[in-house]
């Protein structure tokens, strides 16, 4: 593989090295591979197409260290309240329902033993859909995107279906533009 020296920034060419996105363990895998900096390439083998990047191996190793946090495991269990925005100002601020498709995506990647619950609030907050484990069809099509913006009736609806003691993880995630129409405390 090669790569643009002048891209390099000043990056030790030494320190190259290929990744790849192993899907089935959810990790990226450091290839073995042989930097030859005098023709600007890096040498690896595989038996296997994929998608592959050249980064900075020490470099990405420091990131990743710093960064990653495991957010759980296998066994934990959540509770989600997904608190959203439906006041008048997101037909402007989110024409394209962007916080919609955000907890749609968000709502896939959860596990069975998962509950969430979805709120709107615009100037008061309407429970969409209680905390279960059971998916919701539909649901998008109760966002009309009208009326003032009461982000503490959102969040305060939020807390209260999060409510129940039964050893969950407790997470409000909050999609708004942030304008209040003054009704915050």
Not at 92 to 121: C, G, H, M, T, W
Not at 154 to 182: A, M, P, R
Request: aromatic share 8%.
């Amino acid at each position: 593989m090669k790569y643009d020296k002048e891209k390099l920034n000043g990056i030790n060419e030494e320190n190259l090295g290929i990744l790849w996105y192993d899907e089935e363990r959810d990790e990226m895998i450091i290839m073995d591979s042989k930097v030859n900096p005098e023709e600007g390439t890096i040498e690896f083998n595989t038996d296997h197409f994929s998608e592959y990047i050249i980064v900075d191996i020490e470099e990405w190793q420091a990131a990743w260290d710093q960064r990653v946090v495991r957010v759980r495991n296998d066994a934990d269990s959540f509770d989600i309240s997904f608190v959203i925005d439906d006041s008048g100002s997101m037909t402007s601020n989110d024409p394209q329902d962007l916080r919609i498709e955000a907890v749609e995506n968000f709502i896939e990647i959860l596990r069975k033993q998962d509950n969430y619950s979805i709120i709107k609030f615009a100037s008061s907050a309407d429970t969409i859909k209680e905390i279960t484990d059971e998916a919701s069809e539909d649901w998008q099509d109760n966002f009309r995107s009208s009326g003032g913006t009461n982000i503490t009736n959102g969040v305060s609806s939020g807390i209260t279906t999060l409510s129940e003691e039964n050893g969950n993880y407790k997470v409000l995630v909050l999609l708004t533009d942030g304008e209040d129409s003054g009704h915050c405390i």
